[in-house]
């Protein structure tokens, strides 16, 4: 019934008016109340003291859940909060680390940033949702910690792709990686540590309306295990940025910022 509850909250913070900002940018040196269950409550979500600073720690249940909440979309576990950024441009971005276990060994790890944007309150063909983040696990057979092709690999979501999900070359190393997607007007383009790794250039017509954003971790049912978010960012880019300073100027002077964060 408690389960019920939370995700029935999270529908109707959904549906409620948004307030526009021009900016959020969350540190995690405490939990805004305004993150609010989406699809499953992990086991625990908040900050932690984690490298020398406040994080955010994301742990999923690690079992498996009752019904209703027995189906494959409720493993996605985690909160979004609202932050609704109206711009042309705009950019996201956040750190995420990526822990030993997720690189090598029999492990099943998935962790990923979101953001959300379109209309208010109502999924429909303004609606898309950008995803960003790591896996470990065998794409033949996930749920399975020994079979025999368990790989590491970043992904970016893009729903327009074949398969949705976009493995990235980048090799996947433990440590601090951060993410940046840059909405210039007309495509959405991922950086990797400052690397440009994708480019979506087929957008649905919401995407000036950032709407929220979302910190996951993967339940497959083989235990716990931990996942670390920090410095979770909508920044409208201020005109009169040009769309080729966006490309050049603009993507040196916020990844300087990221760094500086650090
Ligand atoms: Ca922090
Ligand atoms: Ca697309």
Do not use: C
């Not at 295990?225 to 769309?243: G, L, Q, R």
């Amino acid at each position: 019934m408690k389960k019920t509850l939370l995700v029935t909250g999270a529908i109707v913070a959904l549906f409620a008016a948004q307030t526009v900002r021009a900016s959020y940018t969350d540190t995690f040196d405490s939990l805004n109340p305004g993150w609010t269950t989406d699809r499953y409550e992990p086991l625990s979500f908040g900050p932690v003291s984690f490298l020398g600073g406040n994080w955010l720690k994301v742990t999923p249940t690690g079992v498996n859940s009752p019904s209703p909440f027995d189906s494959t979309f409720y493993r996605t576990q985690g909160r979004q909060i609202q932050t609704l950024v109206n711009s042309s441009q705009w950019a996201f971005s956040f750190d995420q680390y990526v822990p030993t276990e997720a690189v090598s060994g029999n492990n099943l790890r998935r962790s990923d940033g979101w953001g959300r944007f379109g209309d208010v309150g109502v999924e429909n063909a303004n609606t898309g949702y950008m995803i960003m983040g790591y896996k470990r696990f065998d794409n033949a057979d996930p749920f399975n910690p020994l079979a025999g092709g368990i790989t590491s690999a970043f992904r970016v979501w893009d729903a327009d792709t074949a398969n949705g999900w976009v493995e990235l070359g980048t090799p996947v190393t433990a440590g601090v990686h951060s993410w940046l997607a840059l909405f210039n007007g007309s495509s959405i383009q991922t950086y990797l540590d400052g690397n440009l790794v994708y480019t979506d250039t087929t957008l649905t017509a919401g995407a000036s309306s950032f709407t929220s954003m979302f910190a996951q971790a993967y339940n497959f049912s083989d235990g716990p295990y931990d996942a670390h978010f920090d410095n979770m960012s909508i920044t409208a880019v201020p005109e009169p940025t040009s769309t080729i300073m966006l490309g050049g100027v603009g993507v040196l002077a916020l990844l300087h910022r990221i760094r500086q964060r650090k």
